[in-house]
């Protein structure tokens, strides 16, 4: 700081004749900005206590939320004025995606849910050494076989790839819950308001991570999908020229089977919204969709390089590393296990 004062006051003493005005405006400018970032440093060091219980322990309860729906509905009818000064400083691309993301402290929640579902499999399915490691292997196919639905939405979790499993089911989620389909408005039971809330918040997250962490997500992940799918929702509005909010785009797309074209992902999720709507169960269709979102995300967190988590606690920390700490404190498998497992005996037979 001393250094950065000391050459403010050396360069206004010193002689300016022959430099252009525009030129010393600028040389003070930047002396000057130097000068403040300085100050803020040496602020946030000498406050320790603010960044440490102030600032991290918020962040560490945040659970980033992205939706696509509603990124693409806000995008078709933007808000003119944020959009037209981000257009200005040529950043709207930018802008469109980090205004629309938002954060909810639901940590606790969402990690006392998933730690429930998971003791309640234990009894009933983790019986030995072959089963444990089923068990790590599933993304969503344990809860359909339970549920009996797996002829029907099976496809869903086993032909995709896992970015588009993903995608699929968080537009899915989204039709299916907006249209209700016999879900009371709000959900009776305690039960099913945590489903409903804890599935809608880990479907968000889980865009949130394809578009901002694909890396985290899973290794290879497309995070090109998420603008394909933007443009397949665009199209699907090409002839609505009411302006609706996220629900009513949910229930267009579910009303109206010429909204997606045949092999796009709008189509496979309007597919499986309609395969949840046909069994005319609420209450089973939301331990389903409850039940493949932890399935996902557990998958996720385990399938996660243990250096991403690592560096992600330098900026505080993703939910997705605390569910990662969950599955390893509870003795799950997670990569690095893996990765060092010995092989299985050959009588030791694993099932699909």
């Known amino acids: 700081m001393l250094l950065g004062i000391a050459a403010i006051a050396s360069f206004n003493d010193s002689r300016k004749d022959g430099f252009d005005g525009s030129d010393v405006v600028v040389s003070y400018v930047l002396l000057c900005s130097t000068l403040v970032l300085e100050i ?72 006392e849910f998933i730690g ?70 709000p959900p009776a039971t305690a039960d099913e308001r945590a489903a409903v809330k804890c599935s809608r ?11 901002f962490q694909p890396d985290m997500l899973m290794p290879g992940t497309r995070q090109s999908l998420f603008a394909v799918a933007c ?5 699907a509005l090409r002839d609505q020229r009411q302006r609706l909010d996220e629900r009513g785009v949910a229930r267009w797309i579910s009303e109206n089977p010429n909204a997606a074209q045949p092999g796009d992902h709008l189509a496979a999720a309007r597919r499986l919204a309609e395969a949840m709507m046909q069994m005319n169960d609420a209450g089973r269709m939301l331990k389903v969709i409850s039940g493949v979102w932890v399935e996902m995300i557990c998958y996720s967190a385990s399938r996660c390089r243990g250096f991403l988590h690592a560096k992600s606690l330098g900026a505080g920390g993703e939910f997705l590393t605390v569910v990662w700490l969950l599955l390893h404190r509870m003795g799950m498998e997670v990569l690095a296990d893996k990765l060092q497992k010995p092989e299985i005996p050959r009588h030791v037979q694993i099932l699909p």
């Open 231 to 235: 443009r397949e929702i665009k199209h």
């Open 40 to 111: 803020c440093a040496l602020l946030w060091l000498a406050d320790w206590r603010f960044v440490t219980s102030r600032i991290q322990p918020e962040m560490q309860r945040t659970v980033a939320q992205f939706n696509l729906i509603g990124f693409a509905t806000r995008r078709r009818w933007p808000t003119m004025v944020v959009m037209r000064i981000a257009a200005l400083f040529r950043c709207k691309k930018y802008v469109n995606q980090h205004w629309y993301l938002g954060h909810l402290s639901s940590t606790p929640i969402i990690i």
């Open 116 to 185: 429930k579902d998971l003791k309640s499999r234990w009894v009933d399915d983790l019986t030995n050494a072959a089963a444990y490691r089923r068990f790590n292997d599933r993304r969503g196919q344990w809860t359909l076989r339970r549920e009996r639905c797996y002829q029907e939405l099976g496809w869903s979790v086993t032909e995709l790839p896992f970015d588009e499993a993903v995608l699929v089911w968080h537009i899915a989620t989204d039709i299916y819950l907006d249209c209700n389909n016999g879900i009371e408005n």
């Open 201 to 211: 918040e880990i479907s968000n997250y889980m865009m949130y991570l394809l578009l």
